[in-house]
């Protein structure tokens, strides 16, 4: 890293439009060295954009901002260098072994012993005994992993990982998380986009975005607290007709299904209580006061944005 700065990403007031389509809109954030932050949002909701910005693969319309301390506008080779970048259509050769794959991509970054780093990188991802497989025999799972290994061959300081975990097993999705925490412990700065829950609940931060713009940043306790969404857990049969009843009701902005649970959420809270009251009254319904869930802010903050998703 250039400077030797604590923040590895700061960006203030990044836009950029295709065509007449504002895609990112006065976008700023700041990432801690060192940290794990989450990038969540609806589909086309211009998290790839702005990670491209960040890489300087993209140059914003305006707004400004360093990674890594380097000027994302004047200095893209050196952000370039330091950053491993994992697109979501990352592919290795499918008829390369695991080993070929990591060597091939160690020579492109023109490593000075590519098999060494090879080597090395297969130690440290666990895939010794796999080596002489070929990529294309891999589970979804391990070619994370190992389009993963191949980000990290350079020895990036930062990565930018669009949603690395896509149709990928819940193990898998674990053991790939253990890796990026093993990462930042080593001083990686790593800024990730997802749409799982779980995987959101295991960053350091998170930042949301919905057409474009930021509507949510900061720890999940802060993200929860600022949506100031009053709560209650609802049970018992004939969930569904409830649900579509409730949608209805002004005062309430939050209906979810989860499971055999109704999540039901307001900013209103004198609203919300009388509802709440009149529907436990009818006494079919078991209604329970909760804390929102960092799934129901989502919900809420895509309908108030009006995503489309
Ligand atoms: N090069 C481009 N030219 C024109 N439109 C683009 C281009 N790149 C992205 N877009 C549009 O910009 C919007 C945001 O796309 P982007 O890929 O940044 O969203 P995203 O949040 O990463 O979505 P997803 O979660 O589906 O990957 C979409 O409507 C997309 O179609």
């Not at 993209?58 to 400004?64: I, K, M, N, R, V």
């Not at 990026?180 to 800024?191: D, F, M, P, S």
Request: hydrophobic letters at 40%; aromatic letters at 6%; a negative charge.
């Amino acid at each position: 890293m250039s400077a030797e700065s604590d923040i590895a990403i700061d960006v203030r007031g990044l836009t950029k439009s295709f065509g007449a389509k504002k895609v990112v809109d006065n976008f700023t954030l700041q990432v801690a060295r060192g940290h794990i932050q989450g990038f969540l949002g609806p589909n086309g909701s211009g998290k790839t954009t702005t990670i491209r910005m960040l890489c300087g693969l993209l140059t914003p319309d305006s707004g400004e901002g360093e990674c890594l301390g380097y000027d994302i506008r004047g200095q893209q080779e050196e952000i370039k260098r330091y950053v491993g970048y994992m697109t979501q259509g990352f592919s290795l050769y499918r008829d390369l072994t695991i080993r070929e794959n990591l060597e091939f991509v160690a020579r492109v970054y023109g490593l000075e012993a590519p098999e060494d780093a090879a080597q090395g990188a297969l130690e440290r991802l666990g895939l010794v005994a796999r080596a002489d497989q070929l990529a294309g025999e891999l589970s979804g799972g391990w070619k994370q992993r190992l389009a993963l290994g191949a980000c990290i061959l350079p020895g990036p300081s930062l990565l930018l990982l669009d949603e690395p975990t896509a149709g990928v097993d819940p193990k898998a999705r674990r053991d790939f998380w253990d890796e990026i925490h093993h990462l930042a412990t080593q001083g990686l700065t790593v800024l990730v986009s997802t749409h799982y829950m779980d995987e959101a609940e295991r960053c350091h931060r998170i930042a949301y975005i919905a057409n474009g713009r930021l509507l949510a940043s900061g720890t999940i306790p802060e993200i929860i607290a600022s949506a100031n969404l009053s709560t209650w857990v609802v049970t018992g049969d004939g969930l569904d007709p409830l649900s579509s009843e409730l949608k209805r009701q002004p005062g309430v902005d939050v209906v979810a299904r989860f499971g055999s649970t109704l999540h039901v959420g307001g900013h209103d809270e004198a609203a919300m209580e009388r509802i709440v009251r009149r529907y436990s009254a009818e006494g079919v319904h078991y209604w329970r006061r909760d804390e929102p869930s960092l799934e129901d802010v989502f919900i809420d903050l895509m309908s108030r944005a009006g995503a489309d998703q």
